[in-house]
C-alpha cells in the first residue's frame, strides 16, 4: 500500500503518478495547471448544461425508455439515478452488471432504490466463470496501455467496459436514446461529459485490448465486450452517453444525504473508494503493486481542486481497504502473487 | 487558418491532455496504436475539433480514416473550413 509515500501538499496526487512534478511548496504540476484552466473548465461545464437541457427537452420517444441508467448501486450511480428520474423527468430502465462481488448491503440499497423511485430494473450477471477469466486476465497480464490506467485500475476498466457495452445493446435493442452512468470529473475528460456512443467508431481503440483479453480468456469475451454485426449494421443513431454528475456541484455528504431517503445505506464491507463493490481493494492492491500508485488519486484530487472534499478525507479514503479481502479475492481469481510481479515487469520493462 | 497553426493547436491540446512531450507525438501515425490515447482520448480530439476550430463533426466523419494521424485530422480540418 502507499500510505506513506510523497504526495503533492494540496492534492493527493503522489511521486510515482505518470509525468508529475512537484513544483514550488511541493504542490504538482496538476494542481498549478488547474489554477491556469479554471475558467476554461467552467466555461465548458456552462455548456454542458445547456447541451443537456436541450437533448433532454428535445428528446424523440422512440421505444419505452428514454434512458438506460447504468446502476451500480453505488452513491454515485443512486445519485444520477435519482436526478434522471426526479430533476429530469426521464423514464428509466436501470441497469445492474452483477459481477458476483457486490456487497449484500448494496444489493439492498439497489432494492430500495428503485423501488423507492419507481423504475424498472435488469439485471444482467456474466457467468461466473467467465467473468473471472476475464477479470484474472485484466489484473495478470498488460492488456491494457499505461495511458489507460492513469486513473482506473486493470479490472474495473474491464468491468466498466462491459457495463458500457451491455448499455449500448440494451439502448440500441430498445431504442433508448440516451445512456446515464455515475461517472465524475476526474474518472473521465471534461470532453466526455456528452458523447454520441459510436461503436464502430471506438471499435478501433479497443481492438488491441480485446485481442489480449481473446488470447488469454478466448472468443467468449466478445459476448461481454463486442456487439454483433446484425445489430451494429441495423443503427440509424448512436445513443448519446450523457454523464450528468459531472455538472453537479455537489459533495459526498450531499450526495449521500439526498439519497438517504430512498433508503441507501453506506455498505461497510467495501473500502473507502467503493460504495457497491468488493473487488475494489483488490484492483487498487494490484496497480499499486505494478504502478506505484492508487488508480483513484486523480478522481479524489480533482475532488480536492473542486473543493469537494478536503485532503485529509481523501487520504482517508484511499487508507481504508480492507486488505482481509485480499487473499480471498486472489485465491477467487486463481492468481498469486508472482502473477503480479510479473506482470509488474512486463510493464516495467514498457519504460 | 493555415494548416501549421491548426498542427500547432492540436499538439498542444495533446502534450497538454495526455501527458506527451511534443517530440513523443507522431504526425503520420495513429495516436491510439502509439499508446498515446484510448477510447476516451478519440472522444476528447472530436470534442476539441469541434470546439477549436468551430467545425461541425458529424457521425460520418468518424472513421478511422479521419482520425487515424494528427495528419489527418489536419486535413478532415480543412475539409470542414473550406466548406463553411
Known amino acids: 500500500m502507499t500510505n506513506n509515500i510523497e504526495r503533492c501538499s494540496k492534492c493527493i496526487q503522489s511521486k510515482n503518478y505518470p509525468k508529475i512534478k512537484f513544483e514550488e511548496n511541493g504542490v504538482c504540476n496538476f494542481c498549478n495547471k488547474k489554477n491556469k484552466s479554471t475558467k476554461i473548465e467552467a466555461s465548458f461545464i456552462d455548456n454542458a448544461k445547456i447541451k443537456i437541457s436541450n437533448l433532454f427537452d428535445n428528446r424523440i420517444k422512440r421505444g419505452e425508455y428514454d434512458a438506460v441508467v447504468c446502476y451500480s448501486g453505488g452513491k454515485d450511480s443512486t445519485y444520477v439515478l435519482k436526478l434522471a428520474v426526479e430533476k429530469y423527468g426521464l423514464n428509466v430502465l436501470a441497469f445492474t452488471l452483477d459481477n458476483g462481488y457486490i456487497a449484500e448491503v448494496a444489493w439492498k440499497n439497489i432494492r430500495k432504490v428503485v423501488d423507492s423511485l419507481g423504475v424498472d430494473h435488469w439485471v444482467y450477471r456474466p457467468s461466473s466463470e467467465n467473468y473471472k477469466a476475464i477479470a484474472r486476465a485484466s489484473a495478470i497480464t498488460d492488456v491494457y496501455r499505461k495511458n489507460t490506467l492513469t486513473r482506473i485500475s486493470a479490472i474495473c476498466n474491464s468491468c466498466i467496459s462491459m457495463v458500457n457495452i451491455t448499455a449500448l445493446k440494451i439502448a440500441l435493442e430498445k431504442k433508448i436514446p440516451f445512456i446515464l452512468a455515475g461517472f465524475t470529473l476526474g474518472q473521465i475528460p471534461i470532453n466526455a461529459i456528452i458523447y454520441k456512443n459510436h461503436y464502430k467508431f471506438l471499435a478501433d481503440s479497443r481492438l488491441e485490448s480485446l485481442n489480449k483479453l481473446r488470447e488469454e480468456v478466448g472468443d467468449v469475451v466478445d459476448d461481454y465486450l463486442c456487439i454483433k454485426d446484425e445489430l451494429i449494421n441495423e443503427v440509424k443513431e448512436y445513443p448519446h452517453n450523457v454523464n450528468i454528475l459531472c455538472i453537479e456541484d455537489v459533495t459526498e455528504t450531499e450526495i449521500k444525504d439526498a439519497i438517504a431517503p430512498l433508503g441507501w445505506v453506506s455498505p461497510k464491507d467495501v473500502d473507502g473508494c467503493s460504495s457497491n463493490c468488493m473487488l475494489n481493494t483488490f484492483n487498487n492492491y494490484v496497480h499499486e503493486e505494478v504502478f506505484g500508485y492508487n488508480p483513484y488519486e486523480m478522481e479524489l484530487s480533482h475532488l480536492i481542486r473542486e473543493g469537494l472534499m478536503t485532503r485529509s478525507e481523501a487520504l482517508d479514503k484511499i487508507n481504508d481497504s480492507s486488505v482481509e479481502q485480499i487473499a480471498p479475492i486472489m485465491a477467487s481469481l486463481s492468481i498469486e502473487k508472482n502473477d503480479i510481479i510479473s506482470v509488474k515487469n512486463v510493464y516495467d520493462s514498457k519504460r | ?84
Open chain 2, 1 to 84: 487558418m493555415s494548416s501549421v497553426m491548426i498542427l500547432e493547436q492540436i499538439l498542444n491540446f495533446i502534450v497538454d491532455t495526455y501527458m506527451v512531450e511534443i517530440d513523443e507525438i507522431p504526425l503520420n501515425e495513429s495516436l491510439i496504436d502509439e499508446g498515446i490515447i484510448d477510447s476516451f482520448g478519440l472522444i476528447e480530439l472530436a470534442s476539441f475539433l469541434e470546439k477549436a476550430f468551430l467545425i461541425q463533426v458529424n457521425d460520418d466523419d468518424l472513421t478511422r480514416d479521419n482520425f487515424s494521424s494528427i495528419n489527418k485530422m489536419i486535413a478532415l480540418v480543412d475539409r470542414k473550413k473550406s466548406h463553411d
